[in-house]
Each structure stands twice: as structure tokens, then as C-alpha cells.
């Protein structure tokens, strides 16, 4: 049977590949390893000793090497990527897995949003006629719900008007006892009600995007100023499963170096070891400007399991990091 499962997996790479391929975009290759590494607080990176003392990364993310590629005027691109987080382990986490990432010039997070739905449609259609899950339909119409509809409509609460007091007193009607601390964490708070109250509400829904995060969670999404500031970007849960993040991109080298900063601060903070903020990402566009731009990571072993009605990422990977 699991020799099977990866049969289909691989039918289903083909089909992903050639979607990519008729909307105009090329597969490259980046670097597994790279001095770059995007920071992130709650991301762990593998860190190789390299000569002279240096290290290494084994990349979460092909992001920073991606978009070094769109400063060279590469408009469409996508790669196939191996990425390694570690500390990763779990029914929908391994070590190492597929993703997907993928850069468009000259357009937003919105038309990504489009560009996901027919790409999720195509597979949904694909392993429905292969009878390889039968749940599925030729045609996924995947709800779009602004990150303030979600909690208001969940949680019966707006995540940016909300005083912190509020905030604790709606996470305590799920969370016998809060964390130490998160009573002052706004960004904490939001996190443990979105999991609690807000995901089960989206997994009622089957396929949603969620969009306009707070402007603390725009990680290298561009903000806007609205009445609250929100960060450009989304997320596509299937079956209340977290698929994939996408990204209006933040296009200035300063604030890129601010927010890597940031990052390196919280994991300061949180006792982590501080990783280089320091990349050639940043020295490459303050020279070849990044273009105005938008980009996705889908996280391809758990769409995978969707399509094909697993259960565990085991159950699509050829060699689980257990049996590796």
C-alpha cells in the first residue's frame, strides 16, 4: 500500500509541475545549504559547522534564494524544495519535507490567493477521477475569510480592537489555565484563541483562506495602514489543516534587516541561540531592488494527505526521519 501512496504522489508532482509550467512559470534550484538563513522565533534551523569556524544552514525555507532570483528579473518561478526544521515531529511534521515555494512579479497576495484555488481544484479533480479519494469533488470552492470576519465570527471578538484584558478572557474560556506570562503576549493571546476557537470554526468550513493578519504576525509580508494596520498575507487550511502562507512581499532591504532583528530578539528572549541577520538577500537588494511582488510555501506532504485521504505524513513520505 505505501508503495502505491507514493505511486500517486509522484502522479500528482507531475500534475503539479505541468499546472506551473501552463501559467508561465520555471522550476529552479537553490541551495540546500547556505550561510542565508531567514530568522524566524519559533523556527529552528539545522546549523552546519562549515571551514574556518563558519556555519551553515540547512534551509527552512528557499525564500532568501528565491528572491535573489527575482532581483536578477526572474518573473515566475517556483522550485520543489527540501527543507529542514528542526524539532519537527508529529502526525503533519517531519524533519525534512516538500514544499513548494513560488514568486510571481507585479502582482498581490490576492491573485495568489486565485492562482492556490485553481492549483487545489486541479489535484481535488485529478485524485477524484483516479478514485483515489472519494470525498473529494472536481470543483473545491475554497471560502475567503479576513482574519478580523474569523475571530468575530468564531471567537465573538475583534482581534484588533480588543483590550489585552478581553483577549485573556475569551483564550480562558477554552484554556482551564493560561500560560505564565501571556496575559501581556498580545500576539500570544491571538494564537492560543485562533487555535482553540477560531481553526475549529475554519475546519467547519472545509477550505478557507484566512487573510490580513495582525501587522506583529507580517513576518516579510508588506503592512497596510488601515484603520488596523493588517499584514499582507494568507494562510489555506483544508480540513482545518494548515496547507500553505503566502506573502505580499516586503521589498525594502531596512526593514527586512529590521525584522530579522526583531525575530532575533524573541528568540533571545525565549533562550534560543541568535541566528545571522546578516544575508545576501539584504546586500542584493539594496543593489538590484526585489520587484513588487507576491509568493506562496505550500506545504506539499500535507496536501498529499489530502488528496489522497491520509491521516499522518508517514503515510506519504518514503522514509519517515524514524526510518531514515
Known amino acids: 500500500m505505501k508503495l502505491e501512496i507514493l505511486q500517486r504522489r509522484a502522479r500528482l508532482l507531475t500534475e503539479l509541475r505541468a499546472c506551473f509550467v501552463s501559467h508561465g512559470y520555471f522550476e529552479v534550484q537553490t541551495p540546500v545549504l547556505s550561510r542565508d538563513c531567514c530568522v524566524d522565533a519559533w523556527i529552528e534551523p539545522f546549523v552546519v559547522p562549515l571551514n574556518a569556524g563558519e556555519v551553515g544552514y540547512l534551509q527552512t525555507s528557499p525564500e532568501f534564494a528565491l528572491k535573489r532570483l527575482l532581483c536578477a528579473r526572474a518573473d515566475k518561478i517556483f522550485e520543489v524544495a527540501r527543507v529542514f526544521r528542526k524539532e519537527e515531529s508529529g502526525p503533519r511534521h517531519n524533519p525534512e519535507f516538500t514544499m513548494i515555494e513560488w514568486y510571481q512579479c507585479h502582482v498581490d497576495h490576492h491573485v495568489q490567493m ?60 477554552t484554556t482551564a489555565t493560561l500560560p505564565n506570562g501571556i496575559e501581556t503576549d498580545r500576539d500570544g493571546l491571538l494564537n492560543l484563541i485562533l487555535a482553540d476557537q477560531t481553526e ?125
Open 114 to 173: 486565485d492562482f492556490v484555488e485553481q492549483l487545489v481544484s486541479h489535484l481535488a479533480a485529478f485524485s477524484f477521477e483516479n478514485g483515489w479519494n472519494a470525498e473529494l469533488t472536481k470543483a473545491v470552492r475554497i471560502h475567503r475569510l479576513s482574519y478580523q470576519e474569523a475571530f468575530q465570527r468564531f471567537a465573538g471578538i475583534c482581534p484588533f480592537a480588543a483590550t489585552l484584558e478581553e483577549l485573556a478572557d475569551v483564550a480562558g474560556k
Open 200 to 324: 475549529p470554526g475554519l475546519k467547519s468550513l472545509g477550505a478557507v483562506f484566512l487573510y490580513d493578519y495582525p501587522a506583529s504576525q507580517a513576518a516579510l509580508a508588506k503592512i497596510r495602514n488601515d484603520r488596523f494596520p493588517v499584514a499582507e498575507r494568507f494562510e489555506l487550511y483544508l480540513n482545518g489543516v494548515e496547507i500553505c502562507n503566502g506573502y505580499h512581499e516586503l521589498t525594502d532591504p531596512i526593514e527586512l534587516k529590521s525584522r530579522m532583528q526583531q525575530q532575533n530578539q524573541k528568540r533571545l528572549a525565549a533562550g534560543l541561540p541568535e541566528i545571522r541577520s546578516e544575508s545576501r538577500l539584504q546586500q542584493t537588494m539594496s543593489t538590484f531592488p526585489l520587484p513588487p511582488s507576491s509568493g506562496v510555501a505550500l506545504g506539499w506532504d500535507r496536501l498529499v494527505m489530502w488528496c489522497l485521504s491520509c491521516d499522518t505524513i508517514q503515510e506519504v513520505i518514503a522514509f519517515p526521519f524514524e526510518e531514515a
